[in-house]
């Protein structure tokens, strides 16, 4: 059975930082491009980051670049966001995703894990 598993959403105050991490089961990571996206109330899910499968290069959201990075682990099968001083606007639920190549189109993509919230409030 094919499934993600997020995890490290919480709450923390503006200017901390944050590691979500996603794992595998069923399949490699490394053979799928593995993105984040968020999603806050009342919006759309958005892409926030995205690292590919075949040479690692990576995407960032104009809104995240600089402050979040998405570092590959292919010895754990993880993914992890890093996201370092993290503003009130960063408050969403956070899915990472495998695809066959990095996208910020949620539309386009099938294999989702449950989500994790992410809470940035003094």
């Known amino acids: 059975q094919v499934q993600l598993v997020e995890s490290g959403g919480g709450l923390v105050q503006p200017g901390g930082s944050l590691r979500l991490s996603c794992a595998a089961s069923g399949f490699t990571l490394d053979d799928y491009a593995i993105g984040w996206f968020r999603q806050a109330p009342g919006k759309e899910r958005e892409g926030v980051s995205c690292i590919s499968s075949s040479d690692g290069s990576t995407y960032y959201a104009d809104s995240v670049k600089g402050r979040f990075t998405i570092p590959r682990d292919n010895a754990t099968n993880t993914v992890s966001l890093q996201m370092n001083s993290l503003k009130p606007e960063d408050t969403a639920v956070y899915y990472c995703?495998?695809?066959?190549?990095?996208?910020?189109?949620?539309?386009?993509?099938?294999?989702w894990g449950q989500g994790t919230q992410v809470t940035v409030s003094s």
């Open positions: 995703a495998a695809h066959y190549r990095c996208t910020v189109v949620a539309a386009e993509i099938s294999t």
